[in-house]
């Protein structure tokens, strides 16, 4: 029977992890998992338990909270050439879960408790980002930079918990929208210019609470899609936002996309970045897959 150190965010969910968290963790002494938990208590913290729990030899370091809370624990339990130290796990119990889209992993936690035990390890890529200061992080689902990135920034700048602050800041990057001269270069190709309203490289097809960004994304083949947003005005921007739901924003001659090793991102004036969904420092930045990088009970 594998141990599990077990990493919750009784944040996640407006509150609702740490409600629930009693239940769950009576689910998982009934199906005879051995297991030590700990709370996290701030941003980052999920990462220093998991890289911690690592350390100790713990087989299976399992999140408990939403997409942000996954992410944290991977940073944890990868090391700095892109291998897995040991197995992560998931509950996820936040509002998006694009994890569960991208990953198979199961949206009921009762199942997904169940997989804890009886599930099978899979090895998947991750992705990468990676700034001129030193700073990396790995992503699950995707990492972009531009006006996602701006809602990202300004949710948290608002503060607060929930939908409500994350519609007020899309609300408000569209009013401030406007697309940036950028410069992008993958795969070493000749760097080409262009006003930017974002670029995504998506290790997943989904991302931001189902929006279906990347279709064709498959997070074992190897690469990440790179989906690039040209010169939308605030208008044309408002009018497009709600088709990527379906993914038929790539219907928009000003939307392209392509299978990347990597894509370095720059340009005169700074863009606001986020690796899933966390928003992270300004460009230059550069995103790259790490293949079979991350090994998951699922």
């Known amino acids: 029977m594998t141990r599990a150190f077990i990493v ?10 740490g409600r629930m968290w009693r239940r769950l963790a009576h689910e998982l002494s009934r199906l005879g998992l051995p297991f030590e938990l700990a709370e996290t208590r ?39 050439r892109g291998a897995p130290l040991a197995t992560a796990g998931a509950i996820l119990t936040g509002r998006g879960r694009d994890a569960c889209r991208n990953l198979g992993l199961a949206a009921d936690w009762r199942l997904a408790a169940r997989r804890l035990v009886g599930g099978v390890d899979a090895l998947l890529d991750l992705g990468v980002a990676e700034w001129p200061a030193g700073e990396r992080r790995y992503f699950v689902n995707a990492a972009g930079a531009g006006f996602d990135a701006a809602v990202a920034r300004r949710a948290v700048s608002r503060g607060g918990t929930g ?20 410069t992008l270069q993958a795969d070493g190709a000749a760097e080409a210019s262009a006003r930017l309203t974002a ?8 991302y931001g609470g189902g929006m279906r960004i990347a279709p064709s994304a498959d997070p074992a083949d190897g690469v990440l899609d790179l989906v690039v947003l040209g010169d939308l005005g605030r208008a044309e921007l408002l009018r497009w936002l709600p088709t990527v739901y379906r993914g038929r924003h790539l219907a928009n001659p000003k939307v392209s996309t392509r299978r990347v090793l990597r894509v370095s991102i720059g340009g005169a004036s700074p863009l606001p970045t986020h690796v899933d969904g966390e928003a992270a420092a300004d460009t230059p930045v550069t995103f790259r897959v790490c293949p079979r990088a991350l090994r998951l009970r699922r």
């Open 42 to 80: 701030c941003r980052g913290h999920a990462t220093e338990l998991a890289r911690q729990a690592a350390s100790a030899g713990w087989p299976l370091v399992v999140a408990v909270g939403g997409d942000g809370t996954l992410n944290e624990v991977v940073n944890g339990v990868t090391d700095t």
């Open 163 to 182: 939908t409500l602050p994350y519609l007020r800041a899309v609300v408000e990057s569209l009013a401030a929208h406007r697309a940036i001269p950028a």
């Open 199 to 206: 670029a995504v490289a998506a290790n997943g097809a989904y």
């Open 8 to 17: 919750v965010n009784p944040a996640a969910g407006g509150g609702r992890t």
